[in-house]
């Protein structure tokens, strides 16, 4: 059974940093690729950062470029989001997905059927 954990959330202050782990289980993690995703109160869910088939380069969302860092670490089977410099409207639920890719055609980040349960992250001003 896949299983996708996600921990590390919680309440930061602006400005501040947090690390998201995402714990993966039931498949062979080297084999697949991922990405993060966010829904804040009263909005859609929205690709943060995933990978872009074609060259396998990391797409980051606008809103999170050169503030947000994807890794994983196949030896531990955990993808990781680290988050620096963060702003209020961060705040949000936060999701690890599997088979997670930026699609050209709508100019997002795209994951359908694996996903972890969400890690709130509340940044305060």
């Known amino acids: 059974e896949v299983q996708l954990v996600e921990s590390g959330g919680g309440l930061v202050q602006a400005g501040g940093s947090l690390r998201l782990s995402c714990a993966a289980s039931?498949?062979?993690?080297?084999?697949?690729?991922f990405g993060w995703f966010r829904q804040a109160p009263g909005k859609e869910r929205e690709g943060v950062i995933c990978?872009?088939?074609?060259?396998?380069?990391?797409y980051y969302g606008d809103a999170v470029k050169g503030r947000f860092t994807m890794s994983r670490d196949n030896a531990k089977n955990e993808v990781y989001l680290d988050m620096n410099d963060l702003k209020p409207e961060d705040t949000a639920v936060y999701y690890c997905?599997?088979?997670?890719?930026?699609?050209?055609?709508?100019?997002?980040?795209?994951?359908?059927?694996?996903w972890g349960q969400g890690t709130q992250v509340t940044v305060s001003s």
């Open positions: 990978i872009r088939g074609e060259d396998d380069s990391t």
């Open positions: 997905a599997r088979d997670a890719y930026y699609w050209n055609d709508v100019g997002e980040c795209k994951a359908y059927k694996y």
């Open positions: 039931g498949f062979t993690f080297a084999d697949y690729n």
